[in-house]
């Protein structure tokens, strides 16, 4: 493409943005209406670039669905505003961080950041996503944006969040359901907070997001904006690192005292405990893969993966786990102990991982295996 037609592509792009973000700020409230509007806005600035969110997300859904999970947000449900951060959103973020300054996208659908950051010529912002598709339809649009493949400012790169690295930036975007990959770049930034200056930017996921950001020891609220686009929660959220000496020094007591309890659990196979966040994510990643939580219901006790749970924070006030053997959401708070399987216990807890029939194991009373279709039956082990 010549200079000429990507300098009138940027021209048409950002006569298009500035009516766009003109009207969304003269709306007072956004109605149904105004929504189908937005929409159009956003698929018209997609044809400009010759990419439709939609049809490759049909596409995807069609063809690819089965080499991702559940955090690749893939589904033919979606609109283009719920799949992805719009243009308007992200001018809204960038607009809140120096010109100077790098952000980088975790997990960026069609990498809008990147896009717009490069159609306006300012801020630079590096996209990294998963799905194949989504990275090639960006790139393609990235190169008909710019002219001058030497000035791109950031980059588009397919990514395995969960074995590859991210580059060092100033900022981070998170738009992701909590899980496994959540956990795993929390972990990751964290650890990074401690020799670099950064800045966590976040828009509320599936409900539980933000609540989880709140709740990590090592980050606090710094500020919140509101932004125009309809939302369930249409608040901007900028997350900072705490004073790093004060977090060393909670680590080292937490350290301490997971040490202590995984050393009695190993000794006693068995302990009776109550667990703080923190605790449960400490002792997630040093014990035993075999390690069961015991979890108190109404009139029993009965035992789920340590390794397969992850906190989900559906409300301000309470912690809940997920697991996924069995397939249960329960507080925190109805963990009583830890428990390290062995002879029939642990040949039970592996058939329900590679059988995935049976769905609890009561411990007391009595010894009961629970069963998908509802049947119990005793249990010596």
Known sequence: MSHSNNDSLSNKFQMMFERYCSYIHSL????????????HFETTLESLLEFDVLKEENFIFQTQKDLYNQESYISEQLNTLALNTSFFEWKTILDQIEPRETLCDLGSGYSKGTLLSNLLDQWTVHSLELVERRVEVATKALKKATHDTSRIRGSIKRSDLLKDSFPICDNYFLYLPCGELLEHLLDGLEKLSQTNNLQIIAIESHGDLINTLKRCSWLELDRSIKMKMPRHDQMLYFFKPREISSRLEEKRELDKKVKSLIDELNKKKKINLTLELDEFCQLKKHSDSDTQLIIQDDDHLWLCDLSSSVPCHLDARHVYLESTYPKRRFL??????????????????????????????????????????????????
Not at 28 to 39: F, G, M, Y
Not at 332 to 359: F, Y
């Open 28 to 39: 007072e409230k956004i109605s149904n209406k105004d929504v189908d509007k937005l929409i």
């Open 332 to 381: 925190l708070s109805k963990c009583t102990g830890l428990l390290i399987p062995d002879g029939k216990l642990k040949k039970i807890v592996n058939e329900r991982r590679l059988e995935n029939q049976i769905r609890k194991i009561i411990i007391e009373p009595q010894k009961l295996i629970e069963y998908k279709n509802g049947q119990r039956k005793k249990a010596s082990f």
